[in-house]
């Protein structure tokens, strides 16, 4: 297992973006390099320290989706040897399983988010006015209670140190087009489903989760970054479920839950973690992934 990567440094490689988690590099006019560091991210603040082979643990819990979904939608990455883009045993062994070769898209300028449980913005959304993103739910849902039906609410991407904005389907349709938004909602509802039924066999409930797709010089779909982890997603043990309390998670949500008690404004630069909270966050990304992967 490789030691904690809170940054990549590629030298021979552009770095042509480092966001919240993940740090892009060009490879060539078609390819990139997409490592999943260990950084943190927390109301959109990265926080100062890493969470130990967690950009390991995302990248595998990834790969295993994107196989698993790829007869439903084409995703971005190309089967190519990280050795022939990392040419250094060193940086490779410092890189870990953190790294994949992907093709350059144009992605889309939304998050296609999919609910199917009430929590979180949603949960605040429908207290206020009883629907989500525009959509009437029914009255008298509990906080965490599972919706009659998944349903796709999506948002806007938020820059680092922005907030995400639940948005209107209609948003998404001025934003891409009528047929694009359809196939976008319908493919993100469909592989949740999927997804969530092989997970509540295997212990965890996936709340929500949040797909991005991108186009490429042809106009074709494929769904990019990341597929269904514990940081795009609300994992909750099924064993312990209860509708009507925020339950307890795999996820990030514990780390949130941690900084929620704290005096700070949710504003950079964020708090420092006690080793405690480091090592109970890490040991929950390595359950969902024993429970996902076996």
Known sequence: ???????????????????????VYAIDAEHMLIIASDRLSAFDVVLPQPIPSKGEILTRISNFWFARTRELVPNHLVDRDIAEVILDPEQRARIGERATVARRLKPLPIEAVVRGYVIG?????????????????????????????????????????????????????????????????????????????????????????????GLDDSGKLYLIDEALTPDSSRFWPADTYRPGTSPPSFDKQFVRDYLETLDWDKTAPGPDLPEEIIERSAEKYREAERRLLG
Not at 1 to 23: I, N, Q, W
Not at 144 to 164: M, N, R, W, Y
């Open 121 to 213: 913005s949603g949960w605040k959304d429908y207290q206020a006015s009883g629907a989500i993103c525009g959509i009437r739910l029914p009255a008298g849902l509990r906080q965490a209670e599972q919706l009659p039906e998944p349903i796709f609410t999506p948002a806007t991407k938020a820059a680092a140190g922005s907030h995400d904005e639940n948005i209107s389907f209609d948003r998404v349709v001025e934003a891409v087009g009528g047929d694009l938004a359809e196939r976008v909602r319908e493919i993100s509802i469909r592989i949740y489903r999927e997804a969530a039924e092989y997970a509540r066999e295997r212990g965890i409930i996936i709340a929500d989760t949040k797909f991005e797709f």
């Open 1 to 23: 297992m490789s030691s904690a990567l809170f940054e990549s440094e590629l030298p021979h490689l552009e770095l042509t973006y480092r966001g919240k988690v993940r740090d």
